[in-house]
């Protein structure tokens, strides 16, 4: 018989480092369309050579504004301009935004971070009032409504370069509640600690989870 413990909600390095790998291998199963889960080791400055030493990266996710579209109908005039191609390119990609999204493990409060960012296709960084203007309705509801996911700005632990996050410091207490508080030492739920707790920070970020990882928990 396993052995029970009172779980506090966080993960180990090695368990984050196990549950990496299953998300990664349940979102390739999920053939969704949005870019893999890519692992990027890196070392931390100051920091002894551990498991979780590095970041999972999803990058160059791409976003169109729904932006209100003139009707060709009813709008022809003596007046009508005429908007030759390089016009509409340029409005495209004025149009387009693109997000890169990361998750590292906290030493501190020992659970998941996810760090993103967004920028327009010419590389300039996207301020939180753009990007909560792409985010959909019920994402930001989620923020509005939960007192455990609010975003913030910090340094990305291994980039050294601001980055948006949801902060983690309520993670721990939500993810005992979700995941149960008396789990065995070696309970397989933590191979699923990240899929679970992607599935309610990647709401809060507008990330479009596949159904299929959802069928994994």
Sequence with gaps: MASVCHWDGTLSPS?????????????????????????????????????????LAMENVYHQNAREEVSCEGSISGDMELVDDATLVKSYKDDMHVYDYHIAYSFNFRVPVLYFRGYQCDGCPLKLGDIEKDLPAYSLNVLRESKWTFITQEDHPYLHRPWYTLHPCGTSDWMKSMLGRDMPNKDPHKLHYISAWLSVVGQAVGLRIPLGLYKSL
């Design 15 to 55: 368990d984050f480092d196990s549950s990496v790998s299953t998300l990664c291998e349940r979102w390739r199963e999920a053939n969704t369309d949005l870019p893999q889960w890519l692992w990027m080791p890196c070392h931390m400055a100051g920091a002894s050579s551990c498991n979780a030493m590095g970041y």
